[in-house]
Structure formats: structure tokens, C-alpha cells
């Protein structure tokens, strides 16, 4: 059992919590995951780690609230526990001095972009960040983003807050400036991320991102999140999760998304109606 | 008394009412039929059997206990050797061991040993439920404290040995639950998964300990395990990486591996989804690809799912199929439809990404290879599409590069596997390794009978004499 030491919620649907770890806190390094499931009849579901602090022993993670086992996880409290959580799952990405980096983050996948964006910072590279939200009411951790970058640069769907449109927007924007850009790292939803690859494809700007297959073991045993990077197919948990963005296959990746979705509303539904969710 | 050539048939679940469950299939024997069997044991002299036996259990002795109608005496002998009969029992090929070479083999039947075993165990089981524990002697605490990485038969079996022996040991596991295939592969008509759940308590109660969510290479190294006072690790973490034919459209929704597939329904009980989270398709035309007892636990899980055509495409002939004859004929007798001498060559999906068709060749027998079979080939001009909304996966599996690619100085062989001296000692000192990591790809005895060796060369690597 792990111990919830913190919760809070970052922003509509978008829920920080924070638990006691200690020997994943150990090991883990950024671009890592955790795979958790909340209680005995819970299925597996993977999780960045957003945040560790070594000495406290704890791990951050940040999750969106979409179907029943977010939600369900989103119900529980500081004092609650969480059954199981294996990790730290995946390969860390890699980080180098690169010169001028930028990093992406959309939605949720804003909280993995900022130890990142800190890290490579930290390793003297010229961090340029560039964050999207829903809209105004969605944006969270913009401080922590601007203290971990140089320049940071904010978009949401509707314009209520920073540029209208997309992060693919203020990129192309950056780059017809004609910023030098080194490398790119992006994470979020798989079609933000298709965007970015396919406009700096184009440019031919190194890019990475870190995929959100499906998955179940995490370890290498299922096959659950296999998918076609540069014609081979590679395992999400095992091989990445970051791979060049130029190689990956993200048709592929939407479509295997999508392979439950008949049953995931089935479940959504049917815990809606037990907790009398929304009522 | 004449000799009784047949031997005593096991009462089973019939075909019609079992493919639509997930109960035990074989359900055991009673006490009359028990000891009329363990009657046709002849006691020989040679008992061939205990040298059949990849653990050695003292065969004719547990028999002559039950014919006596003394099951605690039996139990207490099969416990010498094994520490799980009830699972051995259920799942070991008897035919290829002890009953392979059962002298009444030569006039009739062979005793059904396994039979035997699980009715002995199961009395045991029952006696357990009750709180009647009889635990087998240990010697007094020597303090030094082992790591088992794998909580499969080979993990548990070294764990038992090493327990008994008075060590304090710990099984780390990577799944939030212990047993490895016993309870992510084999399905619950084969192996109820309570037994294995029973078996984990009366490991604890002998005194090993267990610590899940723990990825031996990522969570902790072994060097991390010498670090906090291990003084010796046992590797059993099994065989559990899927293959893949790696040929087109294999990625498409609904193709799983049969380790995806299995753990799904087995170890998340998606076979009870929505009750338990964990969702997964059910197809109404399935095909299984593949013919060992892998392929053939898919082929019936599907079936039991709920699947109105499970198709087995095996590229060689039936008699080639590596899976137990017991497994093959239980899914022919459930209707699985066995394709034979035919092999998918790519895979056909609709708009939304999920498979409709796969497309197959058929296959004609060449000459013998390395494995001793005729190698499969195809017959150019034979390829047909076969109209199918599910695929499963199940060609075998490799090593897992977990632990050797994490562990410095661990020499690996050919495959992946780890390489190990006489004594199950690897190159690195005072790690030992056995099972499915070792050999690849085997058996439950064979992976409990190497814990079991590791246990005793472990004891002797403790006390400096190895
Ligand atoms: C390596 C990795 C790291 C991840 N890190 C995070 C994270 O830090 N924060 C976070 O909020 N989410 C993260 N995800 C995604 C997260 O696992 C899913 O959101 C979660 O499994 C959804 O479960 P659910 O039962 O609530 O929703 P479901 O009912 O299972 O799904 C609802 C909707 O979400 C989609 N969905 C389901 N699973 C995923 C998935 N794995 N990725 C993307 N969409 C999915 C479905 O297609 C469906 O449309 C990560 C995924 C991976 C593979
Ligand atoms: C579907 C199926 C049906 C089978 N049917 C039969 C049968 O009827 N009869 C028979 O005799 N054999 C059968 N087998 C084969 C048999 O189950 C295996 O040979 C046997 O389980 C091997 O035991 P093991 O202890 O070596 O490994 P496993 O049983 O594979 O156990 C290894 C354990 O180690 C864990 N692990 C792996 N890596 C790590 C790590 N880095 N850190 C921590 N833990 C880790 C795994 O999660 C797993 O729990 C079957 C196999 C399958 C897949």
C-alpha cells in the first residue's frame, strides 16, 4: 500500500498527487513511469513520474481525470493509500547540452515537461517552453515553468489566455523568426504530438516524444504497447517511452487508443451510477 | 486380485457445460477411486517412476500411503520432495515423466500418478482451509538473509528449501502478485487460482517473505539487494517475453500476444470485466496462432469468453504439436477448430484500425530439422484470406533482459538466457539462477526442481564449501 501525503487540484479535471515511495523516489530520473493500480479490482494504468524528492522518500504524479480509473483514483484522499505502484518504469530521457532546446508540453503533459525543461537548464542549454491549454481556466504551474525556462510561451484553444491556437502554432511561429533551434522534446495528447512532428519534420529539427500506449505489465511481458517506430515494432514500457518523433507511427498509436473504448464507457458509466457521480 | 489394466477414469466437467465457464475441467478423485487405483500400483522393486520424476517424489511410497488410506503419511512424503503437488499435480506432463515409465505401462495404463498426487494434495488443501496447517520441520534461524527475484516455481521452490534450511528469505516480484505463470498464464479451468493463493500463505507461514511491486533492475539492483545485506540472490524471473511474427498488419487493434491476452483475463480477471476494471474483446472468430499448451489455454479462454469460432493455426501437423495430448484433445472435444499445416503470412484491418481478415498459406512437411520435426514449408499458390475479428499470438517466448542488462559481469547465452555452472551459480558470485531464465521456455517441475538445486548449492555457497 502507498500513502497519499498530498493532493491538489491543479486545475479543472487535472489533479496533483503526491505519495510516499521511497524506493522508486530512489531511482527515479525524469522521462520515467510508474504504473499504479488503486485498489484490488483495479485494472493497471501508467503514469508519469512528474516530480521526486529522494529524501522524503515521495513521487509526484499529475493526472487528468478521463475515465473510470482517474476519476476513481481522483476520489481518494491524503491518508488513503494506493494499492500497488511498480516503478520507475521506462528508460529516462536522455539529456545533453544540446545550445537552444525547446520543450513542449500540452495538458497534463505540462507536468513532465517541467523537471525536463529544469534539467536541461540545469545542463546549460537555452530553454525555450512552450505550454497549451484548453483554455484559461486549465493553465496550471506557469511559474514553475518560467523559473525552469528562458523564455516561456503560453497557448490555449480559445485565445482566453497567451496566443490563440495551438503549441504547433507558436512553434511555427518561432521557427519562421528564425530561432535556432537544436532539439525539441514534446508531450501530451498523440495528436499534439503527430502536429509537432510533422511540422518539424519539414525543418528537420531532432524532436522526441514520449508516447501514452496502452499498456498493462509495464514491463516488457504483454505487448500491450507495441507500436511501429521506423518500420519495427518497439515497446512503449521496455524500448522508450521516448523515441524520435520522425519515426513513430502515430496513426498506429491513435487507432491502438482507441481499442477499448466501447468498454471503457461501459466501466465509466457503470462507477458513475455507483458513486452517484455528477448527481 | 487380477491385474486392472485400465486405469481408473477421472470424473470431468462434460465438453457442452464447461466451454461456457471458467470451473476446473477434471474434478478429482474420491476415495474409492483413489485407492482403487493407487491398488494398481505393483510396487516394484525398480520404481522407474522416482527417476522419472524431475524432483524425485517417492512415488510408490505416497501410493502404498493412500491404498492404506494414511494421507497424512502420503502427503508428508510428497512434501520431502514438493512443496506443490496440488499444482503439479494439475499441470505437469506426467505422460513424458513418472508415467512414462511406469512398469504398468508395458501390460496396460500406467498409474495415474498425477491423479493420485492432486487427490493427496487436495485432502491436504481442504484440511488447510479447516486451519490444520502441518508444516514441514525447519532448522533453527541462521541468520543470514537470501533474495529470490521471481516468485514463479523456480522463485518459490528455492524460497521453501532455503526457509526450511532456517535463512531468511525474500521473494521480490514485479506483478502486484506472486506466483509468476502459475498465476498470470495458466488459466483458472486449469489451475484454480485459490490454490495458488493457499500455496502463497503456507509459504508465509513457513516464514518467506514477500515483497510485490518490485522490478528487480529497476525498482532495486542486485547489487542494491548485496548492498542491503543479502548475502546470496537466486534469479527465477522466467521466460515471459512475447514473440511476435513481425509480419504486416500484426500491430492492428485486437492482435494480442497470448501473455497479453492470458494476463488480462487471468491475473486481472477481465473475465469478469466490468466488475474488475480490466476490459478485453471478446471475438466471435478468433484465430490462435500457434500448438503448444500456450495456444491452446488461448484458443479455450477465448472460446470460454464467449467466441463462436476459435480457430488454432499451427503451421506443422498435428502430430508435431508440442502441446500436452491431454490439452489437445480437452479443446477438440470444446470444438476449437485446428487448422493445421497452415501459417498467417500478413494480417488485414478495416477503417478503424481493428483486424478483419487474416491472410494464410498452407504448409507441406520437408525434411527433418535441428529439432528432430519436419520443417514446415510453404506451397506457393495456396494463400487464402480467412474472415477473423481477433488474433492471439502464441509462438513462444524469450528471456527477459531485465536483470541482465542491469546486472554487471552477468554472462547471458544464445537466446538470452543466463548462463549458469553445474551448481546454478553465474558468472557473478554469489548469484545463483534456474528455471525458465536458464533454460528457456520449460516445465513447472523442471523449474521447481532447479530452485530446489540452487537452494542446496546456495546452502553450501553459505556455509563456504562452494
Ligand atoms: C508512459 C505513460 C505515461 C503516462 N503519463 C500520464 C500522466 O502523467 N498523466 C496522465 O493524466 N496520463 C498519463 N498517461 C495516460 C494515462 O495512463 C491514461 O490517461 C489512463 O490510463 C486513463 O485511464 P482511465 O481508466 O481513467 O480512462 P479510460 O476509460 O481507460 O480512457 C478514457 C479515454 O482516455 C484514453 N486513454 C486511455 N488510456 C490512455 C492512455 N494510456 N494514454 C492516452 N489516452 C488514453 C482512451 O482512449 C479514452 O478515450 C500516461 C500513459 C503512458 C503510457
Ligand atoms: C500459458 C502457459 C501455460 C503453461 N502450461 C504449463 C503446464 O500445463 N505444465 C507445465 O509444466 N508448464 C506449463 N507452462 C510452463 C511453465 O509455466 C513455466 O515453465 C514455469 O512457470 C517457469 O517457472 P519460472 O519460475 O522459471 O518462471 P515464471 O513462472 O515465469 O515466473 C517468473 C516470475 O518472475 C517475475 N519477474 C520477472 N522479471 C522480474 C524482475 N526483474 N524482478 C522481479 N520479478 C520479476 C515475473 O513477473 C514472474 O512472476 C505454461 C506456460 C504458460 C505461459
Known amino acids: 500500500m502507498f500513502k497519499i501525503l498530498k493532493k491538489e487540484v491543479l486545475a479543472p479535471k487535472t489533479i496533483l498527487m503526491e505519495t510516499y515511495a521511497p524506493l522508486i523516489a530512489k531511482k527515479a530520473e525524469p522521462g520515467q513511469f510508474i504504473v499504479i493500480r488503486v485498489n484490488e479490482k483495479g485494472e493497471r494504468i501508467p503514469l508519469t513520474i512528474a516530480d521526486f524528492n529522494r529524501e522524503q522518500g515521495t513521487i509526484t504524479m499529475v493526472f487528468q481525470e478521463i475515465g473510470k480509473t482517474t476519476n476513481l483514483l481522483g476520489t481518494k484522499n491524503v491518508g488513503d493509500a494506493i494499492s500497488d505502484i511498480l516503478g520507475p518504469l521506462g528508460n529516462p530521457t536522455e539529456t545533453d547540452r544540446y545550445g537552444t532546446v525547446v520543450t513542449i508540453g500540452g495538458g497534463v503533459g505540462i507536468a513532465p515537461v517541467y523537471p525536463l525543461s529544469r534539467k536541461l537548464k540545469s545542463l546549460g542549454n537555452k530553454v525555450i517552453s512552450i505550454i497549451g491549454y484548453r483554455s484559461k481556466d486549465f493553465v496550471f504551474w506557469e511559474e514553475r515553468m518560467r523559473s525552469s525556462s528562458d523564455e516561456l510561451l503560453i497557448a490555449t484553444n480559445d485565445g482566453s489566455y497567451g496566443a490563440k491556437g495551438f503549441v504547433t502554432d507558436v512553434l511555427k511561429n518561432l521557427i519562421d523568426k528564425g530561432t535556432h533551434i537544436d532539439r525539441i522534446y514534446a508531450i501530451g495528447p498523440a495528436i499534439m504530438m503527430k502536429a509537432v512532428a510533422d511540422l518539424t519534420r519539414e525543418y528537420k529539427i531532432k524532436t522526441i516524444v514520449s508516447l501514452n500506449s496502452l499498456m498493462v505489465c509495464g514491463m516488457g511481458m504483454c505487448g500491450a504497447c507495441r507500436i511501429t517506430v521506423g518500420g519495427e515494432t518497439k515497446f512503449t514500457c521496455a524500448d522508450g517511452p521516448d523515441f524520435d518523433a520522425h519515426l513513430v507511427n502515430f496513426d498506429e498509436l491513435m487507432k491502438r487508443l482507441n481499442t477499448y473504448k466501447k468498454e471503457e464507457k461501459i466501466s465509466f458509466e457503470k462507477w458513475k451510477e455507483e458513486v452517484g457521480y455528477g448527481a | ?466
Open chain 2, 1 to 466: 486380485m487380477g491385474l486392472k489394466k485400465k486405469s481408473v477414469p477421472m470424473r470431468e466437467q462434460p465438453p457442452e457445460v464447461r466451454k461456457h465457464n471458467f470451473l476446473e475441467v477434471p474434478l478429482g478423485y474420491n476415495k474409492e477411486e483413489a485407492i482403487l487405483e493407487a491398488q494398481r500400483c505393483l510396487q516394484c522393486p525398480t520404481h522407474p517412476c522416482i527417476d522419472g520424476c524431475p524432483v524425485h517424489i517417492n512415488i510408490p511410497r505416497f501410493i502404498k500411503a493412500i491404498k492404506e488410506d494414511d494421507l497424512q503419511k502420503a502427503i508428508d512424503i510428497i512434501h520431502e520432495s514438493n512443496l506443490l503437488p496440488a499444482i503439479t499435480g494439475r499441470v505437469c506432463p506426467q505422460e513424458d515423466q513418472c508415467q512414462a515409465v511406469c512398469v504398468m505401462g508395458n501390460v496396460g495404463d500406467p498409474v495415474s500418478i498425477g491423479r493420485l498426487e492432486r487427490y493427496v494434495a487436495d485432502w491436504e488443501l481442504e484440511k488447510r482451509k479447516k486451519g490444520e496447517v502441518s508444516l514441514p520441520p525447519k532448522m533453527p534461524p541462521k541468520n543470514k538473509k537470501v533474495a529470490i527475484i521471481g516468485s514463479g516455481p523456480a522463485g518459490l521452490s528455492c524460497a521453501a528449501d532455503l526457509a526450511k534450511m532456517g535463512y531468511d528469505v525474500t521473494i521480490f516480484e514485479g506483478f502486484h502478485k506472486t506466483g509468476g505463470v502459475l498465476t498470470y498464464g495458466i488459466p483458472e479451468f486449469r489451475l484454480p487460482k485459490w490454490i495458488v493463493e493457499e500455496e502463497k500463505k503456507f509459504f508465509e507461514q513457513l516464514g518467506v517473505k514477500f515483497q510485490t511491486d518490485v522490478l528487480i533492475g529497476r525498482t532495486l539492483t542486485i547489487k542494491d539487494l548485496f548492498n542491503e545485506k543479502f548475502e546470496a540472490v537466486f534469479i527465477g524471473v522466467g521466460a515471459g517475453l512475447p514473440r511476435f511474427m513481425h509480419i504486416p498488419g500484426e500491430n492492428l487493434d485486437n492482435i494480442y500476444s497470448a501473455n497479453e491476452f492470458l494476463t488480462r483475463v487471468n491475473l486481472m480477471k477481465a473475465y469478469k470485466f466490468p466488475e474488475y476494471d480490466t476490459p478485453i474483446k471478446v471475438g466471435k472468430r478468433v484465430a490462435v496462432i500457434g500448438g503448444g499448451n500456450v495456444a491452446m489455454d488461448a484458443a479455450r479462454t477465448a472460446l470460454r469468453l464467449g467466441a463462436e469460432h476459435v480457430y488454432l493455426i499451427y503451421r506443422r501437423s498435428r502430430k508435431e504439436m508440442p502441446a500436452r495430448e491431454e490439452e489437445i484433445e480437452h479443446a477438440e472435444q470444446e470444438g476449437i477448430e485446428f487448422m493445421l499445416l497452415t501459417n498467417p503470412i500478413r494480417y488485414i484491418g478495416d477503417e478503424n484500425g481493428f483486424v478483419k481478415q487474416a491472410e494464410c498459406i498452407k504448409m507441406k512437411l520437408g525434411e527433418e530439422d535441428a529439432s528432430g520435426r519436419r520443417r514446415p514449408i510453404p506451397i506457393e499458390g495456396s494463400e487464402f484470406k480467412l474472415d477473423i475479428d481477433q488474433v492471439i499470438v502464441a509462438i513462444g517466448t524469450t528471456p527477459n533482459p531485465i536483470v541482465p542488462k542491469t546486472t554487471e559481469g552477468l554472462k547471458t547465452g544464445r537466446h538470452g538466457t543466463i548462463w549458469v555452472d553445474e551448481n546454478l551459480q553465474t558468472s557473478v558470485k554469489g548469484v545463483f539462477a534456474g528455471g525458465d531464465i536458464v533454460t528457456g521456455a520449460a516445465t513447472v517441475i523442471t523449474a521447481m526442481g532447479a530452485g530446489r538445486k540452487a537452494a542446496a548449492s546456495i546452502d553450501k555457497y553459505l556455509k563456504g564449501e562452494l
